[in-house]
T-cell receptor, first 111, second 118 residues
Framework: GENVEQHPSTLSVQEGDSAVIKCTYS??????FPWYKQELGKGPQLIID?????GEKKDQRIAVTLNKTAKHFSLHITETQPEDSAVYFC??????????FGAGTRLFVKA | GAVVSQHPSWVICKSGTSVKIECRSL??????MFWYRQFPKQSLMLMAT?????????EQGVEKDKFLINHASLTLSTLTVTSAHPEDSSFYIC??????????????FGAGSRLTVL
């Protein structure tokens, strides 16, 4: 089955700097890769996603890149702000309604 | 956008009692819903897939008789933790795929329910 690995587990950046979180997946059939942000005590919220027919997608300060050959995808947050502090999860979907999540990255943005 | 409402947001119960958590899709129909358990500082662990009008599909290692799932309508799934014990204390989250305008694989999550068993 699919396996998703996520790094780093913790990331601390200064406000205004960029943050990058990387994930790898194992199932070459996976075709949809969402990223979720989870704030303390809340459910995950979809922040951006990318499908396998696209290499890059951007939404304001957030971008995601996908390398299908290497089976890895990354989340890039530019000009980080304190409110970006949260846990971020990558995920991969390979059909059958099953979404496999990475272990999560705890992002701290220091003011 | 799509909204999944989950209640209660937190609940405290005595050991041996049962607790029911509800998950509702507010503006779309969900024939399938997912239930997750999340321990502190860990990822989401899929417990079961709730199917409207049929039995839930449980992941390996999840006790069916312990975690009862009912999906009686296209907008409501419930998770009942039966005879709860302190080790059942956790954060439980539901999600539903396929809200209108999104793909079948796009998940909308509820806000989660924190269960504390004394």
């Amino acid at each position: 089955g699919e396996n998703v690995e996520q790094h780093p587990s913790t990331l601390s950046v200064q406000e205004g700097d960029s943050a990058v979180i990387k994930c790898t997946y194992s199932d070459s059939a996976s075709n949809y890769f969402p990223w979720y942000k989870q704030e303390l005590g809340k459910g995950p919220q979809l922040i951006i996603d990318i499908r396998s027919n696209v290499g890059e997608k951007k939404d304001q300060r957030i971008a995601v890149t996908l390398n299908k050959t290497a089976k890895h995808f990354s989340l890039h947050i530019t000009e980080t702000q304190p409110e970006d502090s949260a846990v971020y999860f990558c995920a991969a979907f390979s059909g059958g309604f099953k979404t496999i999540f990475g272990a999560g990255t705890r992002l701290f943005v220091k003011a | 956008g799509a909204v999944v409402s989950q209640h209660p947001s937190w609940v405290i119960c005595k050991s041996g009692t049962s607790v029911k958590i509800e998950c509702r899709s507010l503006d779309f129909q969900a024939t399938t819903m997912f239930w997750y358990r999340q321990f502190p500082k860990q990822s989401l662990m899929l417990m079961a897939t709730s199917n409207e009008g049929s039995k839930a599909t449980y992941e390996q290692g999840v006790e069916k008789d312990k975690f009862l799932i009912n999906h009686a309508s296209l907008t409501l799934s419930t998770l009942t933790v039966t005879s709860a014990h302190p080790e059942d204390s956790s954060f439980y989250i539901c999600s539903a795929p396929g809200a209108e305008g999104s793909g079948a694989n796009v998940l909308t999550f509820g806000a989660g329910s924190r269960l504390t068993v004394l």
